[in-house]
Nanobody
Framework: QVQLVESGGGLVQAGGSLRLSCAASERIFSRYYMGWFRQAPGKERAFVAGISWSGGSTYYTDSVKGRFTISRDNVANTVYLQMNSLKPEDTAVYYC?????????????????WGQGTQVTVSL
């Protein structure tokens, strides 16, 4: 059982930046594909960014391309989401997720483990 703990959320003005972190309990962290998802009030949880085992491949939903960067440190068992040029529409609870397989489709049903989420609020 992999435990994931997110941190780094908060309140920021539009145009600002935040860096989310997700620490994993699993010793063999490098075998997991990792992703960030978000859920806004009244909406379904949606894919934001994903990264392969080694970090060699990254994936983004169109609305965050050029603004968000996902990265991982397999020694520290941590995945990061650097969020720049934040917009009010980025406001959501952000969840870290892990998949114990190669992920070809970044949907919630393809992820095996989830963190508890961290709130990101972007004000005008």
């Amino acid at each position: 059982q992999v435990q994931l703990v997110e941190s780094g959320g908060g309140l920021v003005q539009a145009g600002g930046s935040l860096r989310l972190s997700c620490a994993a309990s699993e010793r063999i962290f490098s075998r997991y594909y990792m992703g960030w998802f978000r859920q806004a009030p009244g909406k379904e949880r949606a894919f934001v960014a994903g990264i392969s085992w080694s970090g060699g491949s990254t994936y983004y939903t169109d609305s965050v391309k050029g603004r968000f960067t996902i990265s991982r440190d397999n020694v520290a068992n941590t995945v990061y989401l650097q969020m720049n040029s934040l917009k009010p529409e980025d406001t959501a609870v952000y969840y870290c997720a892990a998949a114990d397989r190669v992920v070809t489709g970044w949907s919630t049903r393809n992820m095996d483990y989830w963190g508890q989420g961290t709130q990101v609020t972007v004000s005008l």
